[in-house]
């Protein structure tokens, strides 16, 4: 990292900033020192314009609409790996050996079971729990079940937690949909590769077989590799902050969920769906359409849009093509939503306000259309992402605790409040 100087003046005074440069990227003004140097804070709300770590993870380039995961373009994961690779790559930073890879798999297939007693967290909850509610609490609750992992001083304790995690976490997300449903909990199989078992997990049943469809575990294998990291999102900000202090991993992850579950978030491929559903016809989109645009009514167009990219999210080209694999695979080609989603997309990147705003659409827009076709409801879609995101959140937390330079996160403010004042006696209040 080369550094060379701004300078920041203020009224008669003038201080050097270090401007640190990146690999590739925008350079960082490094401003640690500056309430120490100026008495001054800066100020920017929702981080617009703020570097919150350094991190050799994930990179996005907002502009050009390119994401890579380790230098790796996400067109070449999602093409030619898996999701296992993936996130080994996310964890130790280069793509496994065959070695590696084998070793890896092993690992995490043999970490699928979970504690038996803590399928009676499910019965817990009341049955039409929302799942992703169900997966703050089960996975908070791992901290309670594998003490033997929550040391984080512990290298060997950490890795031992991040395995457990990426293992269970499907395991935890097909109990939470099990339990949705009515349905009897499905052991994993260790026969079956990471998505394949999860997807025998949600959709067998005691009753019959069930043979994984190649094409669609395939599809969501995918998905898992689109959704694995994305840097500094609010969720795994989240899971940094959280982790800053020192808490378990376990818990990290918890909040991280509780982050994601938002509409502006991960809530959006839930929302993306229900807006095609609520749209139902070709012949509405211009009343949307025209709603988006009004500034006087709250309506957004889910599925579009992003704070990072001002372009197409490459990640919803992957992901365009995987829901037209997925539905011609189970014969549903002339699919409603699909028609009312492709035509919006084409209205929307015709129209001024979308394209001067530079809106596009982004994962979500067609997520929900593909996890749909699979079998899923919409409620179970932000758990989805958030069992895809836990190997970016896990390896993001890991670089944090691993910095030597970590502090606990601890943002300043503007107070706009009052400034002191006396305690008044409640008899001369009014
Ligand atoms: N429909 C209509 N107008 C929009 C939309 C939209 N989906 N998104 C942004 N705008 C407008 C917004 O009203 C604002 O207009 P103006 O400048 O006139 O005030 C302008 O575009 C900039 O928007 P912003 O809210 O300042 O941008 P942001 O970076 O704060 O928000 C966002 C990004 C993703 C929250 C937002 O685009 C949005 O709410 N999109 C819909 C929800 C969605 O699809 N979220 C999924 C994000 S991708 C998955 C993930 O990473 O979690």
């Known amino acids: 990292m080369s550094d060379t100087n701004a300078k920041l003046t203020i009224g008669d005074e003038s201080w050097d900033l270090a401007l640190q440069e990146g690999s590739v990227g925008p350079s960082v003004l490094d401003i640690a020192a500056l309430y120490k140097n100026t008495g001054h804070f800066t100020y920017d709300p929702g981080f617009t314009s703020t570097a919150s770590c350094e991190s050799k993870i994930t990179y996005i380039d907002g502009e050009q609409g390119t994401l890579l995961y380790r230098g ?55 049955r039409d729990a929302h799942p992703m509610a169900i997966m703050v609490g089960t996975v908070g609750a791992l901290s309670a079940f594998y003490h033997d992992s929550t040391d984080i001083s512990d290298p060997h304790q950490r890795m031992v937690a991040s395995l457990r995690m990426i293992a269970k976490m499907p395991t935890l997300a097909a109990m939470a949909y099990k339990y949705h449903v009515g349905q009897p909990f499905v052991y994993p199989r260790n026969d079956l590769d990471y998505s394949s ?41 989240t899971v940094r902050l959280a982790g800053s202090s020192g808490a378990n991993p376990f818990a990290c992850i918890a909040a991280g969920i509780a982050c994601l579950w938002g509409p502006a978030h ?66 549903m080609r002339d699919d409603p939503l699909l028609e009312v989603a492709i035509e919006l997309e084409r209205i929307a990147l015709n129209d001024e306000y979308f394209v001067e705003k530079k809106l596009y659409p982004n994962i979500d827009f067609y997520s929900g259309i593909t996890l749909r076709a699979l079998g899923f409801p919409t409620t179970m879609f932000t758990v989805l992402f958030a069992l895809a995101r836990t190997v970016g959140w896990i390896a993001q937390w890991k670089e944090m605790v691993e910095d030597p330079s970590q502090k606990i996160g601890r943002p300043r403010q503007l107070y706009t409040g009052y400034p002191s004042r006396d305690y008044m006696p409640i008899s001369q209040r009014r």
């Open 72 to 126: 790796y373009p996400i067109e070449q994961l999602a093409d030619h790996g898996d999701f296992l690779e993936t996130c080994y790559l996310l964890l130790y930073g280069e793509l496994p050996t065959k070695a590696q890879k084998d070793d890896f798999v092993h690992r995490v297939t043999y970490h699928t079971m979970i504690h038996e007693q803590m399928s009676r967290f499910f019965t817990g909850f009341r």
């Open 197 to 237: 078992n999860f997807l025998h997990m949600c959709f067998a049943v005691p009753c019959e077989d069930y043979k994984v469809n190649p094409v669609l575990a395939r599809a969501m294998d995918r998905i898992f590799i689109l959704h694995a990291d994305h840097e500094q999102n609010a969720s795994t900000s």
């Open 266 to 331: 991960g809530g959006a491929n839930e929302a993306a769906l229900n807006m095609l559903a609520e749209i139902g016809s070709v012949d509405n989109i211009p009343e949307y359409v025209r709603r988006a645009k009004d500034k006087d009514d709250p309506f957004r167009l889910m599925g579009f849009g992003h704070r990072v990219y001002k372009n197409y999210d490459p990640r919803a080209r992957i992901m365009q093509k995987t829901t037209h694999e997925v539905l011609a695979e189970l014969g």
